[in-house]
Each structure stands twice: as C-alpha cells, then as structure tokens.
C-alpha cells in the first residue's frame, strides 16, 4: 500500500561525538517496534565490529519507521543516523541532502561542542527544519538552563521549544517523535512526474552486485523499470527494491517522498556514483539533481600490501570500500622500499586509520602504512605551480622559489579555566591568534589559524589532554601561506628511503632529523655489516646514527702467539663485511614507518 506523501517524514539525528545520537536512534526503533526487544541491543544502527569497539558511528544509516500519531494517523518516518566525528562531516553532509529536517542533539552536561555548531551550520545550509533536543537531562551534572541558553545564544535557534529527553533512560522519545510529525515538513516533489531519485550510498554484495540507497524526489521507482544513470548513462532493469525496518524488506514501488534499496545486477563498481541521479530510460527528467560537492583531502599517506604478490586484491579492496566511503581518493603509487602500491587521500587522521582498519578487516589484508602528510603548494624557479602530496616527489631546493602550506581556522570550545593551555598548544603549533569568545560563564570559543601539517597528527589528542577531555575541535581550510619548509630525507647507507622522507618546518628540522635516526637506530635490527642512518637537507647531512655490525669472535682459536696472526683474521672478517656492505639491503620494518607519528610527542619545546 502507498504511503501518502503527507503522511511522509525523513529527518535524520545530528550531534556532536557522544552526544547520545546512536542512543536516542535504539528509543526511536524501540518506541516504533521496528526491532523486537529480544534483537535490540545499543548501537543497533552501528552495525560494523569497528564502530562498536570504538563507541562511535561512522557510517551513516537508514532506516524506516512506521508511526501512529496522537492525530489518529499513520506515518512513515525515514530516519538517518549519522556520524559526530570531524573527519565524517561528508557523511553529514549527504544525509542532510536527503532529509527535510534534523533533530539537534546538545548534551545537557557538556553543552553546544565545537561539532554541534558546525553540522548545526551544515543544517541551516540545506534550509531543514531543526528541532532542538537537549539529552541526558538525568546527569548529576546537567545544566539544563545554561544549555537551553548556548542554544539560543550561540546557534540562533529558537530553544523554549527544546524537547527535554534522556535517551540512555528512555525519556521525552514519543516528544520527539511528536515533534518530528508536527514540525518537519512533508516531502517536497510531484509523483506524477519523471522519476528523479538520489543516490546518497551504496555497498558491494558478492552475491548480488552493488546495492544502491536511493532518496526518491520526483516520480515513481518501479520493479522491472528501465533505468538510467545520468552521470554515466548506464541503463539497468531494476530487479529488486526495497525499504529498510532495518532490514531489507522488498517492495513493488518507491515513490516521491520514501527511501529505500536498489539492485539491478550492477557488476562493475565504475557503473555507480555516490550523488548520481536516477530516472527512467524511457521517459528521462530533463536535469539532474545537484549531487555533492566532491570531498577534499586533507590528509596523505601510502599504502602498500606487506605481500607483493596482494597489489591486485588491495585494488579491488579499495575499489570495493570507496563505493561505501566516497570521501577518500586512491592513485597507484610505487616506492623504492616498500614496491607497488597507492596514494590515498583522506579527511583526517581518524578517517585514516578506520579505512586501514576496515581494509585489514573486511578484505584480509595486511598492509604496510607511510606517514602521513598534508598536500603543498610548490612554485617553482619558472613559476610554474604544483601540488605535493607526497614528500618523496617533492623537487630539489635548487628548483624552488618557494613552498606553501595550507592553512585552517580552528574554533576550540573549552571551560574557561583551560583556555591558557589552550593558547600555549596553539603557539606551539605556529598559531595565529584571532580572537577569544566568552560564550557564558564558564566555557569559551578560541579561534585560531594555524598551519594544517601542525593539526594533523597530535593535535587532537593534547587538545583533550590539557582540557581533561572537555575540549572539542572544529576546523575548515581558509588558503595557503608561504613557509619556510624543507624536505627532510633519511638514508641507509646512503640511500634515500623515500618512504620515510617529510616536508618539515625548517626550524624543526635538525631536532625532527636527530630524533627520527635515534628511534630508527633501536628499531633496526642488527646486521652483519654496519648500518649508517642519516637525516639530511638536500646534500648537507644533519645527523648521523649506527648501527654497529654482529660480530664473531674470529681471534677466539688464537692461543698467545704473534699479534699480527690476530691482526690478519681480523683484517679479512673486516674486508668481508666491506663486501657484503656494498651488496646488502637493509629491510625497514613496518614501526619504522609509524615512527615519525610519536616523533611530535616528544616536541615540547
């Protein structure tokens, strides 16, 4: 049976991290009866092992909720629940797009974050209609009026309708579905016109090809139905469609309004576009919609298979991934230490290591991981310009004229009592102060420009650290300034491990250089022949560590006797090493590579 389009709400939850989104979305199927209380568990909607070891969502989800009203009406409400973390703001991004409304959750101890503020900004951005939720009202330490205050203050939204709920204890659940019905708006879109449906995510099925979530504008979707993609003008027959209680239930139609699955047998992962548009073959709508913006990477790393011989699994594995995850890039890449490989490029370094973890998980690889790295800007001598992504590519010094970084505004929410490590970390990081906000009497808004090479690795983690956890960071890239930067290369032998190279501040560079070859020297395992490790700035050499040779007791079977009989043995067990010194390769274990990631930790000058 057909839903009527009035009787249609899609609204999805956004928050800040463990602002009780994924919580609030358990009450929601519970109230609902979408799920049986025996299947129910927390997290229900947080269906990956990564998500649930880490207590944080990732990806995206959506489900159908079928509603009886205090009106007497039945409704069906299409909820997304979405991802809080800084690096999945694409996530974010595209669930707003098929959505009309937005629950905004504020933790009522912790109060509007750095994160609440920024998908806040993303909602109004797509004109939906937000309603302000303020959760965990039963803590000792809620602050029930101050928050209701933030929102109002900081946001600009409207908080005496603020619905009070406690989603760990299941209250104000049937307030906020009441408030859904009464305050999101119906679907807009004709189902009489040309089908118009958004592709807002899709997953591969070894068995049933790749599975395509759609949000239906305009028209109908139909089993059977010629379809075509307008991007890349494929033509399909749909053989299934669906909508998800959470499971995949099959239905006959998907009309203007509803959301739901597709599959119509596509095999090749080149076929599907996150973001694409699907109409009908037969009588096709005369534009697409607008689709997303194309995500940017901030971050860079390589990524090699610890087994050469797995260089075509790792294709098909990213292949496969960046169906599901669409805001990271991948290019072939080689490397002289470490063979084939790719280039992949990310939002943050979070976002890194979950795309490693879930490759090593879901696709059985093991992989080997270079540094991470932000892309430059290089000019050089004739003044041409290039984007660096990668260290080792980087030109000579002779070549440059000069190098820029780029740079990010970050806003940083803390109690007022931190802010003074707050500034100090800051300055460390080569900031640039903006201004401070007092945002009520105990919590304040520091903006800082920084560069984003200095953010990337630890910064986070001794934000939290010197706010006792109460910090929270949003940030976004303004340009790209000129800095005094080089490449930092490190050898063996000799031989420059590109791999291990870095684009580093200059200043930092002999300290970054000395400590790099300290930690590698106890990392390398001994050989047979000795080791030199060298950091260097073009041809001048900074510093130097070795690491001394095995060595056997040649002189052992020489009882008393002439000297130079000792001499002559240990002289040839010399001459033997030289050889094998200039035949040997020194294999660089994987710690080596995370070596300069802790190399930061130390750098507290």
Known sequence: ????????????????????????????????????????????????????????????????????AQDGHDYVLNLIDTPGHVDFSYEVSRSLAACEGALLLVDAAQGVEAQTLANAYKAI???????????KIDLPGADIDS???????????????????????????????????????????????????????????????????????????????KILMMSTGR???????????????????LEAGEVGYLICNIKS?????????????????????????????????????AVATDYEELRDALERLQLNDASFHFQADSSDALGLGYRLGFLGLLHMEIVQERLEREFDLTLVTTVPNVAYRVVGLDGQERTVENASKMPGPAEIQRIEEPYIEAEIICPTEYLSPVIELCKKKRGIHVRVDYLDARRCLAVYQMPLAEIVLDFYDKLKTCTRGYGSLEYRLIDYRPGDLVKLDILLNGEPVDALSSIVHRD????TGRTLASRLRKLIPRQQFEVAIQAAIGSRILVRETVKPMRKNVTAKCYGGDITRKRKLLERQKE???????????????????ALLRVGDEQER
């Open 1 to 68: 049976m057909t839903t009527p389009i009035e009787r249609i709400r899609n609204f999805c939850i956004i928050a800040h991290v463990d602002h009780g989104k994924s919580t609030l979305a358990d009450r929601l199927l519970q109230e609902t009866g979408a799920v049986d209380e025996r299947n129910l568990k927390e997290q229900t909607l947080d269906t990956m092992d990564i998500e649930r070891e880490r207590g944080i969502t990732i990806k995206s989800v959506a489900v159908r909720l079928n509603y009886r």
């Open 125 to 135: 951005e797509q004109d939906l209609e937000i309603i302000p939720v303020i959760n």
């Open 147 to 225: 928050t209701r205050r933030q929102i109002h203050d900081i946001i600009g939204l409207d908080a005496d309708k603020a619905i009070m709920a406690s989603a760990k204890a299941g209250k104000g659940t049937r307030e906020v579905l009441e408030a859904v019905v009464e305050r999101v708006p119906q679907p807009r879109g004709e189902r009489t016109g040309p089908l118009r449906a958004l592709i807002f995510d899709a997953v591969y099925n070894s068995y049933r090809g790749v599975i395509v979530y759609v949000r239906v504008k305009e028209g109908r979707l139909a089993k059977g139905m």
């Open 235 to 253: 033509r399909h027959e749909v053989a299934e469609l669906g909508v998800l209680t959470p499971g995949a239930t099959p239905t006959d139609s």
């Open 269 to 305: 992962l080149k076929n599907t576009k996150i973001g694409d548009t699907v109409t009908e073959a037969q009588r096709p709508a005369p534009k697409p919609l607008p689709g997303y913006e194309e995500a940017q990477s901030v971050v860079f790393c390589g990524l090699y298979p």
């Open 508 to 511: 930092r560079a002999e300290w």
């Open 576 to 594: 033997g090493k030289r050889r094998m010194k200039q035949v040997g390769t020194v294999e660089v274990p994987q710690e080596a590579f995370m």
